[in-house]
Every structure is written in structure tokens, then in C-alpha cells.
């Protein structure tokens, strides 16, 4: 049964930082992708940042571009985000996900098989 439990959410000051972390559990294999979605109150899930099991290819949302940096350590089973410069614009519920069916990375929700039960971060002004 595959699990992934995110951690490190809370309240931060705009111009903070955070890193938010997501232990997977159950997987047959580390060799999957992972990524980050995000959900504020009243939209949809959107795309945060994808990484390959190798980590050489990342894929990052436009406007976290240059903020936030996606990595993993497959020793651990574990992938993070690093929220740097957090702006009220970054408050959502945090979700990973990890894809199973295949080794390339997407941006789309429905490309991913199992998800966490989301962490929140809340950005203050």
C-alpha cells in the first residue's frame, strides 16, 4: 500500500522561507516521478514542481520559478520543497504525488497515482 506523508507546513511571514518534505512509503521502486501541487481555497490543484528519479530533470511552475526548489533523496524515499521568498500569492494546501506508470514528469493532476493528505502553508503579509 503506497503512502506519502507530507510534512513542514505552517504560518509564514511573507519573504520567509520553508522547506516541505514527503516520505513515501510502499513503492516498489525509488525510479518514479515526483511533484508538488498546490490547492487555495476556491481553485483547482495546480502544478508546483516535478522531479525525475534521477533528479536531473526538474520542472518548475512559472511563478515559483527561481523560489522554490524541488529535490530528493531516494535513500530516504523522501522529496522536498524549498520555499524561499514566500509571498501571501504561495498560501495553499500542499499536496505530493507520485507517479507510477511511467518515468517521465507532467503537469497535469490526473497524470499521478497516489497523492498525500496535503499540508498547509499559510504566507502572512
Known amino acids: 500500500q503506497v503512502q506519502l506523508v507530507e510534512s513542514g507546513g505552517g504560518l509564514v511571514q511573507a519573504g520567509g522561507s520553508l522547506r516541505l518534505s514527503c516520505a513515501a512509503s510502499g513503492l516498489t521502486s525509488s525510479s518514479y516521478p515526483m511533484g508538488w501541487f498546490r490547492q487555495a481555497p476556491g481553485k483547482e490543484r495546480e502544478f508546483v514542481a516535478a522531479i525525475t528519479w534521477t533528479g536531473t530533470i526538474r520542472d518548475y511552475k512559472d511563478s515559483v520559478k527561481g523560489r522554490f526548489t524541488i529535490s530528493r533523496d531516494n535513500a530516504k524515499n523522501t522529496v522536498y520543497l524549498q520555499m524561499n521568498s514566500v509571498t501571501p500569492e504561495d498560501t495553499a494546501v500542499y499536496y505530493c504525488?507520485?507517479?507510477?506508470?511511467?518515468?517521465?514528469?507532467?503537469?497535469?493532476?490526473?497524470?499521478?497515482?497516489?497523492w498525500g493528505q496535503g499540508t498547509q502553508v499559510t504566507v502572512s503579509s
Open positions: 504525488a507520485v507517479r507510477t506508470r511511467s518515468r517521465a514528469i507532467f503537469r497535469l493532476v490526473n497524470e499521478y497515482d497516489y
